[in-house]
């Protein structure tokens, strides 16, 4: 390290987002996706020193801003987490949305600040609500995402025949009813939904090789979502977990996962672009989601979601190496 690490923590929906704001060296020019490769093979150990203990641990997420090459765009943000470098965050969206209100990175303007962000797969739009000069609630509108193979089933010891859908909001998912499980949210603790989600996610990417009309470094499948199944419009909330990443937690509803679920729904015909619906997450947060648009992905019926949260500031901090702090790089208890 050339110099200590400076961050500020946020959290959206009790999913904690660590957005680094010094200390990383200057990065390459070129497109988001070369940024994202050139952080994986260079500069690694800076994930570690501040996603692992003893700064982070092992459901800590991060967001590291960097120079944008899309026109147009107010900031470009690689995103980070347990195993390494993901494409697209919704809950670090609906946090760095208001962050750029309230660092100006962008001009503050009431009622709604726009806030365009470069992603690794593609441009998100933000909407900041801004009243009497505060941020308050945020909202994003995704990039195009589809439904990419519906109602596959697959054979998953111990749990028997599981039947699944892989949609794309920004990262691909597996979605399954958690009841294939012998789930039940509120009942059975969080390490039964992180056991079968792991084993979906491993069983589903041998089963189903992905590609995606963009880029191939976006296909790839970012980790599973298991829900209450009540997948048909209601105006109940329906309840999900996200699994992703190294058997990673997600404690908000996940953006890109409400963002995917969204688009499975519609290729469905279980909601309409008119129709709103609440995702609850494992710990009671709470995301509203909608179909924005039609659109499509290459060969893709596809949509554009909104998504909408509140995003909260947990603290500031500077992080330092010791020469000799032979744990210092960071490490995880598994």
């Not at 494992?282 to 596809?302: C, K």
């Amino acid at each position: 390290m050339a110099a200590p690490l400076s961050v500020i923590d946020m959290h959206t929906g009790g999913e904690p987002l660590r957005i680094i704001t010094g200390g990383y060296p200057a990065l390459p020019k070129g497109t988001i996706l070369e940024k994202r490769a050139y952080v994986r093979d260079n500069l690694d150990a800076l994930r570690k020193i501040l996603m692992f203990e003893p700064r982070g641990h092992f459901d800590m997420y991060g967001a590291l801003l960097v120079e944008p090459n899309l026109p147009g765009a107010d900031l470009a943000v690689l995103f980070m987490h347990n195993e390494g470098y993901s494409t697209m965050c919704g809950h670090a969206i609906i946090a760095l949305g208001r962050y750029a209100v309230d660092y100006g990175l962008v001009e503050k303007v009431e009622p709604v600040t726009t806030v365009r962000i470069e992603c690794p797969c593609g441009m998100v739009v933000a909407s900041v609500e801004v009243k009497d000069g505060k941020s308050a609630s945020v909202s994003f509108e995704s990039v195009p995402a589809f439904l990419f193979a519906g109602d596959r089933t697959i054979h998953l010891p111990p749990y028997g025949d599981v039947t699944f859908d892989v949609a794309y909001g920004g990262a691909y998912y597996a979605l399954a009813h958690c009841g294939q499980f012998g789930l039940e949210f509120g009942r059975d603790p969080a390490r039964k939904f992180i056991e079968a989600a792991t084993l979906l996610t491993e069983a589903v990417k041998d089963a189903v090789p992905l590609t995606h009309p963009d880029h191939s470094d976006l296909a790839f499948l970012y980790g599973s979502i298991l829900t209450d199944g009540l997948d048909n419009w209601s105006e109940a909330p329906t309840k999900n977990v996200c699994i992703f990443a190294d058997a990673q937690l997600d404690r908000s509803p996940t953006g890109s996962g409400v963002t995917a679920r969204l688009a499975a729904m519609h290729a469905k015909g279980q909601i309409h672009a008119t129709e709103a619906r609440i995702f609850e997450s494992i710990v009671g947060s709470r995301f509203a989601g909608a179909v924005a648009s039609l659109t499509r992905a290459g060969p893709f019926d596809a949509i554009t979601a909104r998504v909408s949260g509140h995003a909260y500031y947990s603290g500031k901090a500077e992080f330092i190496v010791e020469d000799d702090d032979p744990l210092g790089q960071g490490f995880l208890v598994l």
